[in-house]
């Protein structure tokens, strides 16, 4: 049997006589004049293959030889760039530590293996999916229509069996079987950018993308209805920010106009006394730090985490000034998730996301901002949510 093999860059047909793993790598050892090193062997979606013969064999039946296997001496520094660009770290676990790096949470081969057949399945069953695959094998890629319609085919299968609000394992399976079934759709550069891919698998990408796609209308109109509020410092000072063309603007302050126009909606939507304590009040300037927080490059960024405790989930801005932000981090359970974003308003796109996908509550004195949020822009559970009249009219405001 022939098998098609990469080691350190160079390619080689290897003919084995059977189609074992170890007459594999026996035979790649020689090949490539390879001796004492311990060898990984990878499929080309960059997945391990363990040393077990059932599972070799069943990559094999289901590909046959159209798989470019990828050794990688095991203790190299090619392994570490590999596994860190091939990886398929897709749990949404808030236990999970990405400070690890993505390497140390690479699924086994039989996980990824078994969801990729689970979605395999999805699409051979339902209606346009034979189609999909027939697009990924014939271009390798797929076109924004197809990729849409992929989420949905998949959206409508799990909802239709587990109901609106599919469970947390069947999201993840789904998410690593897409990236391992459909390789062009992982994203090697992100160790936390499926916080963004689960929103997508449980609300579609024409829902997931509303915010950033409807920001720009918006923007003007929150500026314009925020300029009839009772003046204060504070509230000058965002909508100056928020008009600003852009960072460079000397009279800029905070993290950039995006981000103040934002918190302008925290001083349409203003927090109200409740919760469990029924006389707690908290500033609008305080519920802000609900929403993000600057951290000066050059202090103890675990110091910071302590002391937000309460505040959590929320951005994190680290920076050598307000207006000079070099990294963004969403901020929960003590822990540091990387923004995939590079601006504002995307970091802000990913931490309301993140209160879905990790099945977190809004903090109390921003729930009418959210819920506005929620159902206005992203139009979700809209008719459903409990909504205050004071949101109600922000959006007869704003859309009217």
Not at 67 to 87: A, G, M, P, Y
Not at 375 to 393: A, F, L, N, Q
Request: charged share 25%; net charge negative.
């Amino acid at each position: 049997m022939l098998f098609k093999v990469l080691y350190e860059g160079k390619k080689k047909l290897i003919k084995v006589d059977g189609a074992d793993y170890t007459s594999l790598m026996t035979e790649v050892k020689r090949k490539f004049s390879i001796s004492d090193k311990d060898l990984i062997l990878q499929d080309d979606t960059g997945v391990e293959v363990e040393v077990d013969e059932d599972v070799f064999t069943d990559l094999l039946e289901e590909r046959s030889n159209n798989i470019l296997w990828k050794v990688v001496d095991k203790d190299s520094e090619c392994q570490v760039l590999d596994s860190s660009s091939q990886t398929d770290t897709l749990s949404l676990s808030s236990e999970t530590d990405d400070s690890a790096g993505p390497s140390s949470k690479r699924p086994r081969f039989d996980e990824a293996f078994e969801a990729k057949q689970f979605i395999r399945g999805i699409l051979e069953e339902n209606a346009g999916g034979p189609a999909i695959l027939a697009q990924y094998s014939e271009q390798g890629k797929f076109t924004d229509s197809t990729r849409r319609h992929l989420v949905n085919v998949v959206v409508a299968h799990i909802t239709g069996k587990e109901g609106r609000v599919p469970s947390k394992e069947t999201k993840t399976r789904c998410a690593l079987g897409i990236v391992t079934l459909f390789p062009s759709l992982k994203d090697p550069y992100s160790r936390t950018g499926y916080i963004l891919q689960d929103f997508d698998i449980k609300f579609g990408t024409e829902t997931a993308s509303r915010l950033l796609e409807q920001w720009d209308s918006l923007k003007p109109k929150i500026i314009a209805e925020a300029k009839t509020l009772t003046s204060t410092l504070h509230l000058n000072s965002l909508i100056s920010a928020a008009e600003c063309k852009g960072q460079d603007d000397s009279e800029c302050q905070g993290w950039d106009n995006d981000m103040s126009s934002v918190l302008l909606l925290a001083y349409l939507l203003p927090p109200s006394a409740g919760g469990r304590n029924k006389s707690t009040k908290i500033s609008t300037r305080e519920a802000m730090d609900h929403i993000s927080q600057f951290h000066k490059s050059c202090r103890s960024l675990t110091e910071h985490i302590k002391k937000a405790e309460g505040l959590q989930p929320n951005l994190l801005a680290v920076g050598s000034a307000k207006n000079i932000i070099h990294d963004c981090y969403i901020v929960l359970d003590g822990k540091l998730r990387p923004c995939q974003a590079k601006s504002s308003l995307s970091a802000f796109d990913e931490l309301f996301k993140a209160y879905f996908v990790f099945g977190v509550s809004y903090p109390h004195c921003l729930n009418a901002m959210y819920t506005f949020i929620q159902t206005t822009i992203y139009k979700i559970d809209v008719g459903t949510v409990c909504e205050t009249p004071r949101v109600k009219d922000l959006r007869a405001k704003l859309l009217n």
